[in-house]
């Protein structure tokens, strides 16, 4: 099992921007996809961003061109860059591991193991 713990949010404005970083523990962070998902009051879990362990990367339509995922295999951390941000982005922000990438990575049902979550708050 991975150990994951988020950090970064916090309450911004509308248009401002926010860095989420998500520390690992494990020697084999380097072979995973990490992923970044969110979670509004009364909504399901939803898919945000994916890197893959050779650094290719996926968003959600809703956050293409505000948001960049990045890891830094060396600080066995993964980051979510957060720009323009809008009140509808307001949510817990989750970062998970997929430990054997089959490839459907929009899904929550597709990554073994999360963190506790990380709030963020956009002001109108």
């Known amino acids: 099992q991975v150990q994951l713990v988020e950090s970064g949010g916090g309450l911004v404005q509308a248009g401002g921007s926010l860095r989420l970083s998500c520390a690992a523990s494990g020697r084999t962070f380097n072979n995973y996809a990490m992923g970044w998902f969110r979670q509004a009051p009364g909504k399901e879990r939803e898919f945000v961003a994916v890197i893959t362990w050779s650094s290719h990367t996926a968003y959600a339509a809703s956050v293409k061109g505000r948001f960049t995922i990045s890891r830094d295999n060396a600080k066995n951390t993964v980051y979510l860059q957060m720009n323009s941000l809008k009140p509808e982005d307001t949510a817990v922000y989750y970062c998970?591991?997929?430990?054997?990438?089959?490839?459907?990575?929009?899904?929550?049902?597709?990554?073994?193991?999360w963190g506790q979550g990380t709030q963020v708050t956009v002001s109108s």
């Open positions: 998970a591991v997929d430990r054997y990438y089959r490839g459907k990575y929009s899904e929550v049902s597709e990554y073994e193991d």
